[in-house]
């Protein structure tokens, strides 16, 4: 079965500080995806960033930037010089096949607090 | 991109009522659309997936009777929580896959989501 495993519950960093939200999964399909979203106070999940397995070039994207290693089942995010406006729980994903086809598993949600 | 719409955004009901949510695909046919529970605090878990033309599969625990999903149209599918209770109070969230999205089958769109409260 699949598993998204976010151990950090809660982490709270000051402003221009950078801060990386870890994520560890698991799987026995050899193609998967990987995500990130942001969930902010609204509710709605904004897309961060999506990864195939076969496909381990890390990413960056502006402050965002995402280390996938296959060796250790982890696909983690850090941003740098982070911000306010950052503040949010996010969400890393897995999308595998499964009985009856691709399901997406959400972890349990990292929440984000910047302080000014 | 493509835009997933969900109606309404928020819904307080009485204990007993039955509540409908609509989940549209605005710009693209989703042959697939996914049911989503979001307790506060809490992560999302998958409720159903929901197939066009065919009966929604259920994740295990999620009560079919009580949460019935119909998906009629490539672009419309719907999530009616019946004879509602306070403990189904949650956020739904859908979402749906593009299947010609040229990003094959990983590409989900989430709508915004409906906060439900059932008084």
């Known amino acids: 079965a699949q598993k998204v495993t976010q151990a950090q519950t809660e982490i709270s960093v000051v402003e221009k500080e950078d801060v990386t939200l870890d994520c560890v999964y698991e799987t026995r399909d050899t193609t998967y995806y990987l995500f990130w979203y942001k969930q902010p106070p609204s509710g709605e999940l904004v897309f961060l960033i999506r990864?195939?397995?076969?496909?381990?070039q890390n990413e960056i994207s502006g402050r965002y930037s995402w280390n996938f290693q296959k060796s250790t089942s982890s696909f983690n995010f850090t941003i740098t010089a982070s911000q306010v406006v950052d503040s949010a729980v996010y969400f890393c994903a897995l999308t595998a096949f499964e009985t009856g086809g691709f399901k997406t598993i959400f972890g349990a949600g990292t929440r984000l607090f910047v302080k000014a | 991109g493509a835009v997933v719409s969900q109606h309404p955004s928020r819904v307080i009901c009485k204990s007993g009522t039955s509540v409908k949510i609509e989940c549209r695909s605005l710009d693209f046919q989703a042959t697939t659309m996914f049911w989503y529970r979001q307790f506060p605090k809490q992560s999302l878990m998958l409720m159903a997936t929901?197939?066009?033309?065919?009966?929604?599969?259920?994740e295990q625990g999620v009560e079919k009777d009580k949460f019935l999903i119909n998906h009629a149209s490539l672009t419309l599918s719907t999530l009616t929580v019946t004879s509602a209770h306070p403990e189904d109070s949650s956020f739904y969230i859908c979402?749906?896959?593009?299947?010609?999205?040229?990003?094959?089958?990983?590409?989900?769109?989430f709508g915004p989501g409906t906060r439900l409260t059932v008084l």
């Open positions: 929901s197939n066009e033309g065919s009966k929604a599969t259920y």
């Open positions: 979402s749906a896959r593009d299947p010609f999205s040229g990003r094959r089958t990983d590409t989900q769109y």
């Open positions: 990864r195939n397995s076969f496909d381990e």
